[in-house]
């Protein structure tokens, strides 16, 4: 089998998701995948949680996303989730400086 979109993802049927609301102009650099196929990522200040089929997970935050304000221009790139219920993220702020924090996340495969 040749790489092809998997068309069991994704509300259009084509493989693909668009997540509304994320923080805009940003590569995604980082992204990790927990148990039954739940995908958590980041890019730029934006931290999403998406189910097996790609909708956005209401249990994670409105619309599946969270926009991290707070430290301005910030840079997510891994994330990583050491125990089940946890996500640790990490980054920069564009001056030096290095970014880490550690999210609780909703219990179960949503």
Known sequence: MTGVPDRSFGTAGDGRVVI???SGGEDTTCGAA???GVFTLGAGSSFARLLRDGTPSPRFAPGGITII????GLGINPVVLP??????????????NL????????????
Do not use: C, E, I
Not at 99 to 110: E, K, T
């Open 20 to 22: 509304q609301g994320a």
């Open 34 to 36: 927990a148990r039954a």
């Open 69 to 72: 304000g707070t430290p301005a």
């Open 83 to 96: 125990s089940p219920h946890r996500a640790v993220l990490a980054g920069s702020l564009g001056n030096g």
């Open 99 to 110: 970014y880490v924090s550690r999210w609780l996340l909703p219990p179960g495969n949503d």
